[in-house]
């Protein structure tokens, strides 16, 4: 089955949605379904498409844009995998929008209280830091980040085949007695639960997400946005310093050529186009949804990434996991 | 009147300590008395001292060991603020313990709910953008971020000279309606104080807080912690990469050298030894915070801020902000 992709979705489409997919079935051989306004759409180098004639726009208020854009590519693409006529669905559009979209045409994992953006977090150590709840839900029940650690310890297995993933609290400090009351909760749950579902270990602070020395952080969508964002800007904030020094003279360019040489290899492992994209956690289907700013590259990516997904028990998992029956008959 | 300095309390406490005394009144003229266990803090320049024989270290429950160690150096330099024996406190010890000591020595401005920490995120473009709180105050009511952001604005005023400060509210999105039910409140109600006491520059995001596009940000303190650490983390992350890249070979070691002659003015301005440490903002005397693993630098720098700050009217401005019958009586 093909992955459906929304080539309406980001800053950059349909030019680079389409580049994208073309790359992706070219080079790496995933199977895609693109849905858009066909006209607009190009050279789609041969790939399936299902037209459509709306799109909704990065700004739109996700829910009433998603009821009122009934026949919009991310809609549609959701309704393909309802339909099981794709393994999974891809956007680098608006990250709300594609939520409501899922949520309401594929539906929620029976169990499961809020679906969650898992975003995984590149280190120089090992496999990336899945970060959830990135933002879905800005406030969150003790339960619900009790089972976003479960949900992220199954992602962070079957994504990076990680057999007994680390999951870490976001907190303020690392005493369980740190953060706020819902958080403090939160711990107690996570000790019970993490025995048996994965290991529990306890808080982490802000300057940890980037060391690599957990799978998974468990946090509410309000504090995973602002830290997520507030690594993006510091990033980019050196990035453009130190490009900023490098063109100073030709003394300077010459040195930096030196180093970027170094350099490279470390930016690629940390550029976001190569992660993949975050993950929609908790709906009955599998949904990558991508940076806005996505190059050709990341939904290439981004593509690979949902495909292979789709390819693993990772949806049979989540179900299982939050089903109280099966938890019941399986502990 | 000089500046109350806990000489026990910092990662490298006292050695550090003393010696940013020595150097902020030896190089700067500010007058400063030091708290510590006199035996152990070598030559003091002079300066002078009021013995203790107790320290709160920096793993201590904050509450408890204040209660119990009332002849420590933490809660006797807030004893000499108390008692109008100094003009401010300066403490790089046990954070929480430091806020303790003031509020049950110094007390509550009346009319403050609760004190939060500021802390200046330095940027390469204008002043540093004032955070607050950024850990004192897990949990807060709208009304409590409307007030953090009077004080942060007299501070702002205050320390930077800014006339009349932007200051925004941190959220998930620009729109007034993202983030949770607090911060959406919170954004009703500075809409509302914002025309009279700042300019209310509406919601922004993790990645703005080193674009320095606002004079001050207001959050809650976990959120404000988290973010600020996530900086740091980020920050001294991509330090470490350059570093490792730069020492690879002779020919690295040679191009690091060229930019380092351009990146150094970078690194001093965003260094947070130039800072100054945080502020304390609501309890009724100055009392600056600096970083744990504070320098001798960082501590005279501190001390210079805090003497600065105990000649401003910023304290008079904060409780008259504060006080609803002078609020009343002003507007």
Redesign the interface.
């Known amino acids: 089955m093909p992955v459906a992709l929304d080539a309406m979705g980001g800053d950059n489409a349909p030019e680079e949605i389409v580049r994208g997919a073309v790359t992706a079935y070219r080079d790496h051989g995933v199977p895609v379904v693109l849905t858009g306004v066909e006209e607009r759409l190009g050279d789609v180098g041969g790939l399936a498409v299902v037209g459509c004639t709306e799109e909704i726009g990065m700004a739109e208020e996700p829910a009433s844009a998603v009821r009122r854009k009934k026949d919009s590519s991310l809609v549609r693409a959701a309704e393909l995998v309802r339909d099981s006529k794709a393994c999974a669905m891809v956007s680098a559009g608006n990250t709300g929008a594609a939520m409501v979209s899922a949520l309401l045409r594929i539906g929620r994992i029976k169990g499961i209280y809020r679906p969650a953006i898992a975003t995984p977090i590149p280190n120089?150590v090992r496999n990336p830091t899945v970060m959830l709840d990135s933002?879905a839900n800005?406030?969150c029940s003790p339960a619900m980040l009790a089972q976003f650690a479960v949900m992220g310890a199954l992602f962070s297995r079957a994504r990076y085949g990680v057999e007994r993933p680390r999951v870490a609290l976001?907190?303020?400090g690392e005493e369980s007695g740190?953060?706020?009351?819902v958080?403090q909760e939160a711990h107690r749950m996570l000790e019970a639960v993490g025995a048996r579902e994965f290991e529990f270990a306890g808080n982490v602070?802000?300057?940890?997400?980037?060391?690599g020395t957990v799978d998974v952080v468990v946090?509410d969508?309000?504090?995973g946005?602002?830290?997520?964002?507030?690594?993006?800007?510091?990033?980019?904030?050196?990035i453009e310093?130190?490009t900023g020094?490098?063109i100073?003279n030709d003394?300077?360019k010459?040195?930096?050529g030196?180093?970027f040489e170094?350099?490279a290899p470390?930016m690629e492992a940390l550029d976001p186009d190569n992660v993949g994209g975050a993950m929609l956690l908790g709906v009955d289907g599998i949904c990558v949804i991508s940076h806005g700013s996505s190059s050709a590259k990341a939904i290439a990516s981004a593509l690979r990434v949902a495909r292979d997904l789709a390819a693993t028990s990772l949806l049979d998992e989540l179900r299982a996991s939050a089903d109280p029956e099966v938890g019941a008959a399986k502990h």
């Not at 740190?178 to 009351?181: A, D, E, I, V, Y």
């Not at 602070?205 to 060391?211: A, H, I, S, V």
């Open positions: 120089l933002g800005a406030e976001l907190s303020i740190k953060g706020t009351s958080v602070e802000g300057r940890d997400l980037m060391k946090t969508g309000f504090t946005n602002v830290a997520l964002k507030s690594l993006e800007g510091s990033l980019k904030f050196f310093t130190l020094v490098v100073t003394e300077t010459s040195a930096g030196v180093l170094y350099l470390v």
